[in-house]
Structure formats: structure tokens, C-alpha cells
């Protein structure tokens, strides 16, 4: 398989908790000697692009900030593209950076968009309230992910998938999913590098490697 390009998975390639994964350095030092380029992309919702260098960096890569690709990065340019730059933001505050930072106004009323992401603890009734009233005024339902749960460190925590799905019942539409794994999330971190689908590998775990032909 000729490889013009590599998009590498974050979570469980690069590192398993906070622990880096053995040779993972040393494979993404080989990718720059021979003049592959990549990018990281990461399926979190709950932090920003600089948060995920600056924990990427304390476990000893060093990986350009504008090489991470995040689902609040990639949504954030194609709501700017779209015209849809006023939204309701139900995200960590962290996330909230990535998509401020890329033309995004996080409003509470005459919103274009409402975005939903991992919010944590930062999700309470009244926005959720609030976001659905949005929704019945007209404005779209942006899904970063439509995962059911996620693994922390002492358990499993509920993903912005069960959140997505009630708002979805609630206000009887479907949700636009822009975060992995839509194709419209790949589509950005490709155009990153100029790289086409078809020239272009994913790493998405330890031992396995995909092309990228469905984007």
C-alpha cells in the first residue's frame, strides 16, 4: 500500500491513559524522515486542541498544536463555512475555546446552531432547556459525537450520545454529526495536509491499519 499521507488516532495510539504507547514516538520521528506527512486527531469533545499538545507534550511529543485535529476544531470551520456562527454551545469550557477561537459566538438566544459535546458537569436542565426551545425556534442540532459511554479512571461516564439522542426525541429532528466518525471530520484533518483519501492511512489502534477510502 503506497502511503501519501497518515491520520493517527490520540487515545489508545499515542498514549493509553498517562501512559505513552512503546514506539509510538519513534514511528511518528520515522513518518518525518521520510517526508509522510500526518495529523492527530483525537475523538474527544471535552478539550481543546491546546489542551490535548500540552498533555501530548508532558508525555514527551512533540506535536504541533495545528497538527491535532478535535471534532470543536473541525465543527467550529464548518459552521463558520455554513454561515452558522451563532451558537448555543453545550461543551466543557475548554472545548468552548476551540470553536470562540475558529469565528464561533456562543450565544443563548437567536441561536443558528445548538452544538452538543461531552459537557460534564457543565450540563444542567436549564440548559438543556434552554437549547431545546432554540431548537423548536428553528435552529439546527450539531452532534461533535454520538458515543454512549466513555472510559475514565474509576469507571464508565455517560457521552454526549445519550444527551444527543433526548434532545433529538424532544425536538423530533435528527442530529448533524461533524466529529469522528462522520466523514466531514476526516475531510478536514485531509485538507490539513493536502492528502487525498485513497493516498491516505488511519491508525486507529495499536495494531491496526486502515485506508482512508470512505471519506
Not at 521520510?34 to 492527530?40: E, F, H, K, Q, T
Not at 459537557?119 to 461533535?144: D, K, P, W, Y
Request: include cysteine; glycine fraction near 12%; hydrophobic fraction near 45%.
Amino acid at each position: 500500500m503506497n502511503i501519501g499521507a497518515v491520520l493517527i488516532d490520540i487515545d489508545g495510539v499515542l498514549h493509553v491513559g498517562d501512559r505513552p504507547v512503546e514506539g509510538a514516538g519513534r514511528a511518528l520521528r520515522e513518518l518525518d524522515r521520510r517526508g509522510i506527512p500526518y495529523r492527530s486527531v483525537s475523538s474527544t469533545t471535552r478539550s481543546s486542541r491546546r489542551s490535548v499538545a500540552q498533555r501530548l507534550h508532558r508525555l514527551g511529543y512533540e506535536i504541533p498544536e495545528p497538527w491535532i485535529v478535535t471534532a470543536p476544531a473541525a465543527a467550529a470551520v464548518d459552521l463558520r463555512e455554513s454561515g452558522r456562527t451563532r451558537c448555543c454551545l453545550l461543551t466543557t469550557p475548554d472545548a468552548r475555546a476551540d470553536l470562540e477561537e475558529n469565528g464561533i459566538s456562543a450565544v443563548d438566544g437567536g441561536a443558528d446552531a445548538v452544538v452538543v459535546g461531552g459537557a460534564g458537569g457543565a450540563l444542567t436542565c436549564e440548559r438543556l432547556n434552554r437549547a431545546f426551545r432554540l431548537l423548536m425556534e428553528g435552529a439546527g442540532l450539531i452532534a461533535l459525537e454520538k458515543d454512549r459511554y466513555w472510559m475514565e479512571g474509576d469507571g464508565p461516564m455517560l457521552s454526549a450520545g445519550p444527551v444527543v439522542a433526548a434532545i433529538e426525541y424532544a425536538a423530533g429532528i435528527e442530529a448533524e454529526v461533524i466529529g469522528k466518525p462522520s466523514p466531514a471530520f476526516f475531510q478536514r484533518a485531509l485538507q490539513g495536509i493536502g492528502a487525498r483519501p485513497l493516498e491516505t492511512a488511519m491508525r486507529s489502534s495499536p495494531v491496526s491499519v486502515v485506508r482512508v477510502a470512505a471519506v
